[in-house]
């Protein structure tokens, strides 16, 4: 008897999510980084097993949006609830249940799908009691989890849980596949990860990435160039730095990202361009692939 179904990760920014979902899977498919809001694409991550396929979805961190960049991430999060069987209510459980996260439950409790209460970043493997029944009490929960998805404590038996939830049904996917998305969007998002562990303030929010070119070669390494955009000429300068040195580092770890995903050589050249106000302008957005029509 095969189980299959899907699963959405959804939870305020910064709470761990793309951890979890590599983990759950087994290799990096989406970026990681410390400043909040680092997710802003939708991505699927395949888990299967001899008796199961788990696919799940990991959403940008839901937010009350302060541009027009912010209200098309919260869309595609939300929009992402109605195609699942299954949402995991993903949460820091170090700290008590804020704003931020109350405002998530509101939204997912209007979508009617059972909801997993994951209380992440616990190495100790329990949380707080004053701390777990805050978040308690913000719905009804078909369940709930301790984890640390850096560590990988806990995730086995979530993925147990999962399993068992799981509908009977066909694989979606072919087993080996662990991902949806091309190698030229993950190379993409590389680089900006980079980025967003180099640079700090506002850089990193005002940052896009697009791949213009990808190359693969019978002789030599294969070709990416791609184009980092920026809102100010300050933020471009930020990113080039003194006589360009900010800008190599971020190539040099970038491309040593992509080399190990591809497990090819690869010639990474990087440019830097401002398109002002980008995240507040629609056809901006259209352009950098926010808004799919």
């Known amino acids: ?53 788990v696919v799940f979805l990991d959403t940008p961190g839901i937010h009350k949006p302060l541009h027009l960049l912010g209200e098309q991430l919260v869309k595609s999060a939300v929009s992402t609830l109605a195609e699942v069987d299954l949402v995991i209510f993903m949460v820091d459980g170090r700290t008590s249940a804020g704003r931020g996260d109350r405002y998530v439950a509101e939204l997912v409790s209007q979508v ?14 329990k949380a707080e009691p004053e701390i777990e029944a805050s978040y308690l009490e913000l719905g009804e929960f078909t369940g709930k989890h301790v984890i640390s998805a850096l560590y990988g404590k806990g995730v086995e038996n979530l993925v147990k849980d999962l399993i068992a939830r799981m509908p009977e049904g066909p694989a979606f996917y072919d087993p080996e596949e662990v991902t949806d998305q091309t190698v030229r969007t993950l190379a993409g998002e590389l680089i900006r990860e980079q980025v967003l562990r180099l640079t ?24 990416i160039h791609a184009t980092i955009f920026v809102e100010r000429d300050s ?35 990087l440019h830097v361009k401002v398109l002002a106000n980008w995240r507040k302008e629609a056809n901006s957005l259209r352009r950098l692939g926010y808004i799919v029509e």
């Open 1 to 53: 008897m095969f189980h299959s179904g899907f699963v959405a990760i959804v939870g305020r920014p910064n709470v761990g999510k793309s951890t979890l979902l590599n983990k759950l899977v087994g290799q990096k498919i989406a970026i990681v980084s410390s400043k909040a809001q680092t997710t802003r694409h939708r991505i699927r991550g395949v888990l299967s097993r001899e008796d199961a396929q």
């Open 112 to 125: 009617k799908k059972p909801v997993l209460l994951v209380m992440n970043k616990l190495d100790a493997g």
């Open 200 to 223: 700090s303030e506002e850089v990193p929010h005002s940052v896009a990435v697009r791949v213009d070119q990808f190359e693969e070669r019978h002789h030599g390494p294969t070709y």
């Open 235 to 269: 933020q471009k300068g930020i990113l080039i730095g003194h006589k360009g040195e900010m800008l190599k580092k971020i190539g040099t770890q970038a491309r040593e990202g992509i080399t190990k995903m591809l497990d090819t050589n690869i010639f990474l050249e």
